[in-house]
């Protein structure tokens, strides 16, 4: 589903053996769907590249290994990420022995004191091109503004730009089954010091793209991510029916 040789050597030994052992089905399904989530946003990247886009931009990019094996040599990539997180990973890359492509800027952004579109200005990003961004594990933690603040750069770039990212549902709207697996994922990532601030119903989210300036939208659940992704698997490996959310494509 998604050829990833980077990962393992990215985190260390010691976090595969780990991998290995979590098989509770929750952990399991945790990482289905960020695999599926990843390979989702990578189809739209070939799409955009196919059509001459020749940016990428992984907002909150984490431990996203994109970069490392990306398929297109004229793409350029930029990860955004805080500071100090972009620094841990650049780290991470040391120790592993990952070179870094030619084709990657990284951009350290705090958003406090820079916004999305000065921080891509000033690494080279060209904001007169077309560019597609992958936005993952990311808007759950946002605020309603910080949210609405990256859509409108993004929506601002010319035609053929687009972004995919994953989000929650209201907690409110949920079944008890789901309910009780969002809470214990809550707690886990508010232990955290990063608590879920930001949710939405598929038509809040379809009414915020298309008031932000977006004219193509599409929605994912659970139900298509296992039929692109997951069908007829010879490990049976697909994702649950308590899913918490969906995956969303927007294009300007």
């Known amino acids: 589903m998604l050829d990833d040789p980077i990962a393992l050597p990215l985190l260390g030994r010691g976090h595969a053996t780990d991998m290995e052992r979590a098989m509770h089905t929750v952990g399991r399904d945790f990482r289905a769907f960020m695999a599926a989530r990843s390979r989702l ?23 996203d290994t994109f970069a490392y094996r990306n398929p297109f040599p004229g793409l350029r990539v930029f990860e955004v990420d805080f500071p100090a997180t972009q620094e841990w990973k650049r780290e991470m890359l040391a120790e592993a022995q990952i070179s870094l492509p030619e084709n990657l800027t990284f951009v350290p952004l705090d958003f406090e004191h820079k916004t999305l579109g000065d ?45 995919t990212f994953d989000y929650g549902f209201p907690p409110q709207t949920l079944s008890p089954k789901r309910r009780l697996r969002f809470e214990i994922l809550a707690k886990r990532v508010a232990s955290a010091g990063e608590p879920f601030r930001l949710f939405f119903s598929p038509d809040e989210l379809e009414h915020e793209l298309r008031s ?20 007829n698997r010879a490990d049976k490996l697909k994702l649950s029916p308590v899913g918490l959310g969906m995956i969303a494509t927007a294009w300007v």
């Open 41 to 63: 946003a990578e189809d739209h990247l070939a799409e955009a590249v196919a059509q001459g886009v020749r940016q990428y931009v992984a907002l909150g990019a984490g431990l």
């Open 212 to 231: 932000a300036g977006f004219h193509r939208v599409e929605q994912v659940d659970t139900d298509a991510l296992n039929a692109l992704y997951f069908h």
């Open 119 to 163: 921080g891509l200005a000033e690494a080279g990003f060209d904001v007169c091109a077309a560019a597609f961004f992958g936005w993952l594990g990311v808007v759950p933690y946002l605020t309603l503004e910080a949210f609405r603040a990256t859509l409108a750069t993004i929506a601002r770039l010319p035609a053929g730009s687009g972004v």
